[in-house]
């Protein structure tokens, strides 16, 4: 009844649509605006409004033939097939999309996480016959802390180390407000510095109703004013010679991969920070079997141990092997 409907390149026959493809197509629906998902260069392009934002701000406002926005938990009827978004809790605007058709259910997730985060629409579980699921942290090893508690260890250290600027590496959509967010939610209200890389997407979330207190730019005031700050930067910002320019700065980065200490090690991270924006192994679990899905298809990540798991359980499960992280350029975690 399923199989029918949707392929494991995700493309939906009935209405010859393909979900978050990674080549241009005729007629794509996109779950949310990380750059592995979502990329210019198709023709009708469908997602949720804020994602549609986020899409024209990085690519442009022609990135896409023509876009249609489609709000969550409103049933659009293409052909014989009925789509509806949902929210996934990733990021902003971040949506599983549901199919029903010939009377079954297939939700494919997007990237999802469960945990609360004031800068994404909540989760919402979906029953459904088939699930595709992401498993970027599908192994028993991942487990993600409370995020405010990873907060309170870099406040404790802003309290210690007046003298230094704090720089956290954060993916700059996403992640970035994210973590101001919990900067906030955990009581620091004094201005948060951006990186430049950081100021437009901050930028959008709070035209879009997303709190975030007093940002400011980095470059408007002089190095030496940042000790005793906190300043939110890529990445690749803090490994290189911008962040060494502060004064004597405690490097941090912000992702579900820093529970790999060894990661942290070898990136040269002073202060790990815990955050993720996807569900980890329990979580994984957990949603498989709430949806009540008796088919898991398994995508974006460590697709073995969990198709392993499902298998175990009963379930008919299988990895779909989609290339669609181009080497490095991730731009999520
Ligand atoms: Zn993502
Ligand atoms: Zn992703």
């Known amino acids: ?5 949707l392929d494991h390149q995700l493309h939906i026959r009935a209405i010859d649509t393909f979900i978050d493809p990674s080549r241009p197509q005729k007629r794509a629906i996109i779950t ?8 210019a260069g198709h023709g009708a392009v469908l997602a949720t409004p804020d994602t549609v934002a986020i899409m024209k701000a990085r690519y442009g406002e022609d990135c896409a ?6 709000p969550f938990g409103e049933p659009l009827q293409i052909d014989d097939v009925r789509v509806t978004f949902f929210p996934a809790g990733h990021i902003l605007g971040s949506a599983q999309v549901l199919m029903e058709y010939g009377g079954g259910r297939v939700v494919v997730t997007g990237d999802y996480k469960r945990g609360s985060d004031r800068t994404a629409q909540p989760f919402e579980l979906v029953p459904c016959d088939l699930l595709v699921t992401e498993a970027t942290f599908g192994l028993p090893v991942f487990q993600h802390p ?31 407000q994210r973590v101001i967010s919990l900067l906030r939610e955990a009581g620091y209200d004094a201005p948060i510095y951006l990186h430049g890389a950081m100021v437009r997407l901050c930028a959008l979330y709070q035209e879009r109703g997303i709190a975030l207190g007093d940002l400011r730019h980095s470059l408007d005031v002089p190095k030496g004013e940042l000790a005793g700050q906190v300043v939110i930067a890529p990445p690749s910002a803090v490994k290189d010679r911008w962040s060494r320019r502060l004064p ?11 529970s790999v200490k060894q990661r942290a090690r070898q990136s040269g991270v002073e202060l790990p920070l815990i955050i993720s924006d996807h569900v980890d192994w329990n979580e994984l679990r ?12 398994v995508t974006h990540g460590r697709e073995d141990a969990l198709v392993y798991y ?22 999520e975690d």
């Not at 004597?248 to 820093?258: H, I, K, Q, R, T």
């Not at 957990?286 to 298809?297: F, S, Y």
């Open 1 to 5: 009844m399923q199989a029918p409907l």
């Open 32 to 39: 949310h605006g990380h750059a592995d998902h979502a990329r």
């Open 65 to 70: 033939d023509s876009f249609q926005e489609l």
């Open 146 to 176: 409370d995020p405010l508690g990873e907060i309170r260890r870099l406040l404790l250290s802003v309290e210690n180390y007046p003298e230094r600027a704090h720089v956290i590496g954060c993916y700059a959509l996403g992640k970035a």
């Open 248 to 258: 004597d700065p405690v490097l941090a980065v912000a992702s579900g991969w820093m």
């Open 286 to 297: 957990q949603t498989i079997h709430e949806t009540g899905a008796g088919t898991v298809w």
């Open 310 to 331: 499902c298998r175990q359980q009963g379930l008919v499960a299988e990895p779909l092997n989609i290339q669609s992280f181009d080497e490095g350029g991730e731009d």
